[in-house]
């Protein structure tokens, strides 16, 4: 082993003996070991920063267009006198209302939302912004499904009618009004295809890198010669620095903070247990809601079930596979928490809680748009209210949709803390 000091930094060649296998791994302090561990691929997260700029101005074309061609939906028909006129407006409705509202905010967030999407592209290796992205798209996200579901609901019901609680069509009257709204609901979706895209680009980026740094790892292995610059201290000097393999630089550079990681990992495990509980009871509240009047006769009597409304039916089905899929979640959660630095598990089930979280808010906006109508009408189309008579109906298909946003709210949650975690990482 030869030994050569230059202006207080040592430079060290060892070649590969039986003695020296255990330490021929860079030592932890060295610029090689930190090039290798901290900062692996700077192109390849700018270029997904740059995807992300541009992605989030096609959200926010969207989100913008989908505000504007809600808020101006109008159609008058040509049959007026002078004291009667037959008029629809965006505003006869409280769903397109909230929509117009939610878009509008989603907007001003995606607005604002671009500096510290430039902030990513200058400093791809910062994670800060990232998170704060990650946080508040995931939310904007929610908000904007919801005023989808909820007016895509209300524009199905406009095109198709309801015979069994009397809700008559209007598209066939007011085809040009119809239209806007459909388009501002097919325009306001691109926002979570953003946010959707951005998750799977992030995984499979993370999936090839992990890839390539074991396969590095591997080569650098196989040298038979390291060579190490570092500058000299006291503890150097003795030979204490800890080599990269030995288990204190395993435990600084792979594994910081392991407490917090499985904390995180079984609040992820709690949290799904309550969502699991919550969804699977949504669904089996509204597949059980069902009243029959007492005054009936012999070839009529009036009874309301939830498959009298395609929304609900809906519901059915979107709770039920998010139950099943919550419950299969359960052990790639309980491995989390046996592995808390394991990224393949947590970042799948990041994905998958995030197709999960949008099926569940849109079933349940969807949903609470039919029962706010059921409880108070419309006027405007004549679509009278109906819980007055089912009462009991009514209250199970409520207590069904607060369920549902209950599971849709603990996956935001759960997401959050995925976030935290893999950022931590």
Same mark, same amino acid.
């Given at each position: 082993?030869?030994?050569?000091? !230059?202006?207080?930094?040592?430079?060290?060649?060892?070649?590969?003996? !039986?003695?020296?296998?255990?330490? !021929?791994?860079?030592?932890?302090?060295?610029?090689? /070991?930190?090039?290798?561990?901290?900062?692996?691929?700077?192109?390849? !997260?700018?270029?997904?920063?740059?995807?992300?700029?541009?992605?989030?101005?096609?959200?926010?074309?969207?989100?913008?267009?989908? &505000?504007?061609?809600?808020?101006?939906?109008?159609?008058?028909?040509?049959?007026?006198?002078?004291?009667?006129?037959?008029?629809?407006?965006?505003?006869?409705?409280?769903?397109? #209302?909230?929509?117009?509202?939610?878009?509008?905010?989603?907007?001003?967030?995606?607005?604002?939302?671009?500096?510290?999407?430039?902030?990513?592209?200058?400093?791809?290796?910062?994670?800060?912004? #990232?998170?704060?992205?990650?946080?508040?798209?995931?939310?904007?996200?929610?908000?904007?499904?919801?005023?989808?579901?909820?007016?895509?609901?209300?524009?199905?019901? &406009?095109?198709?009618?309801?015979?069994?609680?009397?809700?008559?069509?209007?598209?066939?009257?007011?085809?040009?009004?119809?239209?806007?709204?459909?388009? &501002?609901?097919? /325009?306001?979706?691109?926002?979570?295809?953003?946010?959707?895209?951005?998750?799977?680009?992030?995984?499979?980026?993370?999936?090839?890198?992990?890839? =390539?740094?074991?396969?590095?790892?591997?080569?650098?292995?196989?040298?038979?010669?390291?060579?190490?610059?570092?500058?000299?201290?006291?503890?150097?000097?003795?030979?204490?620095?800890?080599?990269?393999?030995?288990?204190?630089?395993?435990?600084?550079?792979?594994?910081?903070?392991?407490?917090?990681?499985?904390?995180?990992?079984?609040?992820? =495990?709690?949290?799904?247990?309550?969502?699991?509980?919550?969804?699977?009871?949504?669904?089996?509240?509204?597949?059980?809601?069902?009243?029959?009047?007492?005054? =009936?006769?012999?070839?009529?009597?009036?009874?309301?079930?939830?498959?009298?409304?395609?929304?609900?039916?809906?519901?059915?089905?979107?709770?039920?596979?998010?139950?099943?899929?919550?419950?299969?979640?359960?052990?790639?959660?309980?491995?989390?928490?046996?592995?808390?630095?394991?990224?393949?598990?947590?970042?799948?089930?990041?994905?998958?809680?995030?197709?999960? %979280?949008?099926?569940?808010?849109?079933?349940?906006?969807?949903? /609470?748009?039919?029962?706010?109508?059921?409880?108070?009408?419309?006027?405007?189309?004549?679509?009278?209210?109906?819980?007055?008579?089912?009462?009991?109906?009514?209250?199970?298909?409520?207590?069904?949709?607060?369920?549902?946003?209950?599971? %849709?709210?603990?996956?935001?949650?759960?997401?959050?803390?995925?976030?935290?975690?893999?950022?931590?990482?």
């Amino acid at each position: 082993m030869a030994t050569a000091e !230059k202006s207080g930094e040592i430079a060290i060649n060892m070649s590969e003996t !039986k003695a020296s296998t255990k330490g !021929k791994a860079p030592l932890l302090n060295s610029s090689k /070991a930190f090039a290798v561990v901290e900062p692996p691929n700077r192109g390849a !997260k700018r270029g997904i920063a740059i995807g992300d700029f541009f992605l989030r101005l096609c959200a926010l074309g969207a989100a913008l267009g989908a &505000a504007i061609s809600m808020g101006t939906a109008d159609q008058l028909l040509p049959f007026t006198t002078q004291f009667l006129q037959f008029e629809a407006q965006y505003d006869d409705f409280d769903a397109f #209302r909230y929509f117009v509202i939610s878009l509008a905010m989603v907007t001003g967030y995606l607005l604002l939302s671009l500096p510290f999407s430039i902030v990513c592209i200058i400093r791809p290796l910062a994670t800060a912004p #990232r998170l704060f992205l990650v946080i508040f798209d995931s939310i904007m996200g929610g908000v904007t499904i919801a005023a989808g579901s909820a007016a895509a609901a209300i524009v199905y019901l &406009a095109h198709t009618g309801n015979p069994n609680t009397n809700w008559l069509p209007i598209c066939q009257q007011y085809g040009d009004y119809c239209q806007s709204a459909s388009g &501002a609901v097919i /325009a306001s979706s691109t926002f979570h295809l953003y946010h959707f895209n951005k998750s799977l680009i992030y995984f499979l980026y993370n999936f090839f890198l992990n890839m =390539f740094l074991k396969q590095f790892f591997y080569l650098q292995c196989k040298n038979g010669e390291t060579a190490i610059n570092m500058p000299e201290t006291k503890a150097s000097v003795k030979g204490t620095a800890p080599l990269l393999n030995s288990s204190k630089a395993v435990s600084t550079v792979e594994h910081p903070n392991r407490g917090v990681k499985k904390g995180f990992a079984i609040g992820d =495990f709690v949290l799904r247990l309550c969502a699991l509980g919550a969804a699977l009871g949504a669904t089996v509240a509204m597949g059980n809601a069902d009243q029959v009047l007492p005054f =009936f006769t012999q070839f009529l009597q009036f009874e309301a079930q939830y498959d009298d409304f395609d929304t609900f039916r809906f519901f059915v089905m979107a709770m039920g596979m998010v139950s099943g899929y919550l419950f299969i979640s359960l052990p790639f959660s309980i491995i989390c928490i046996i592995r808390p630095f394991a990224t393949k598990p947590r970042l799948f089930l990041v994905i998958f809680d995030s197709m999960m %979280a949008a099926l569940t808010i849109a079933a349940g906006s969807a949903s /609470a748009s039919m029962v706010y109508l059921a409880h108070n009408g419309n006027d405007d189309v004549n679509w009278l209210p109906f819980c007055q008579q089912f009462g009991d109906f009514c209250q199970s298909a409520s207590g069904a949709v607060i369920g549902s946003l209950l599971a %849709a709210a603990l996956l935001l949650v759960i997401i959050i803390l995925s976030a935290f975690a893999l950022k931590r990482n």
